[in-house]
């Protein structure tokens, strides 16, 4: 059985972060490993708090797991700052493994789940590491300078495009863009169909 890494944020309700990126790793058959980087309190309703787990403890469990572990694919949620996202580099400098990156800037709700330096560390830092990166629309838009990069691709979901139809754009490391517009799946509050997207787009789909 394959080994799938998620480094991402503890969703209570779980209904986003480690919890649904457990669901859609056991759905692939695949086994589910964790870093957490953050612990939230959230629901459908929106996000109510957040704390970012310490950039010593994010290394520490990363060494827990990559030192031990034969892990075939790594899946990053949210990063919280720039520290843990000093650690994640470091760790993954030396994986040669397919890495995915879903930005988590803002939720839903409109809560803000990553400190403004971090942004720019990511994109420099990070993004080269990945095979594939997934912005929404609007994480789109904050990045759209780093958008195009010689060794990633990115997946821009239509998600929070206004409109029935859901087109997903992605741009391969040459900027030859394809697109994808299979409809929209319905979901109730914070509750995403972004596991979909991953299903349907990730390297790692069989």
Do not use: W
Request: charged share 15%; proline share 7%; hydrophobic share 40%.
């Amino acid at each position: 059985m394959e080994i799938v890494l998620t480094i991402a944020g503890s969703d209570p309700s779980g209904g986003a972060g480690i919890q649904q990126d457990l669901k859609v790793i056991t759905a692939h058959g695949c086994y589910g490993a964790t870093v957490i980087t953050a612990l939230t309190s959230q629901n459908t309703l929106g996000v109510q708090s957040s704390m970012p787990v310490p950039s010593d403890v994010v290394a520490s469990q990363l060494q827990s797991v990559l030192s031990d572990l034969q892990v075939s694919a790594i899946k990053i949620g949210m990063i919280p700052n720039k520290a843990v996202a000093e650690v994640i580099v470091q760790a993954l400098q030396d994986v040669h493994i397919p890495i995915i990156y879903d930005p988590v800037m803002i939720s839903t709700s409109g809560y803000q789940l990553m400190s403004s330096d971090a942004i720019a560390y990511i994109a420099q830092h990070l993004f080269p590491l990945c095979a594939l990166v997934t912005p929404n629309l609007p994480e789109a838009k904050r990045l759209q300078d780093q958008i195009v990069h010689p060794q990633t691709a990115f997946l821009i979901k239509g998600g929070h495009a206004d409109s029935s139809l859901m087109t997903d754009r992605l741009i391969m490391p040459d900027g030859t863009i394809r697109e994808f517009t299979p409809g929209r799946e319905s979901a109730q509050g914070h509750f995403p169909s972004e596991g979909f997207h991953h299903r349907r787009h990730s390297p790692l789909h069989r």
